[in-house]
């Protein structure tokens, strides 16, 4: 079984910055994914960025050079820059697992709005 407990999220002024940070327990191997999602009201929720435990990373087209995913064992975090008015959304911590990263886990979620 795996948790995920996110910190940080909040309201931030467009341009600025804002970490989102998650700690994991549980089976997390290191090469299964890691990382974030988000859902905006109205929407499906979204990839934003994944990473290996090795280092391999992903990120949506929409976050590709504002937003730096991080991650040391079963601990990712986010690093969000130049934020604008379309990356509100409630932010999740996600975690893949088992023998083939089938089995996926989810976090709280945690608000990020951006005005």
């Known amino acids: 079984h795996v948790q995920l407990v996110e910190s940080g999220g909040g309201s931030v002024q467009i341009g600025g910055s804002l970490k989102l940070s998650c700690a994991g327990s549980?089976?997390?191997?290191?090469?299964?994914?890691m990382g974030w999602y988000r859902q905006a009201p109205g929407k499906e929720r979204e990839l934003v960025a994944s990473?290996?435990?090795?280092?391999n990373t992903q990120y949506a087209d929409s976050v590709k050079g504002r937003f730096i995913i991080s991650r040391y064992n079963a601990k990712v975090s986010l690093e969000m820059n130049s934020l604008k008015s379309e990356d509100t959304a409630v932010y999740y911590c996600?975690?893949?697992?088992?023998?083939?990263?089938?089995?996926?886990?989810w976090g709280q979620g945690t608000q990020v709005t951006v005005s």
């Open positions: 996600w975690a893949s697992s088992g023998g083939y990263c089938y089995d996926n886990y």
């Open positions: 990473s290996t435990g090795d280092g």
């Open positions: 549980g089976a997390i191997f290191s090469s299964c994914r």
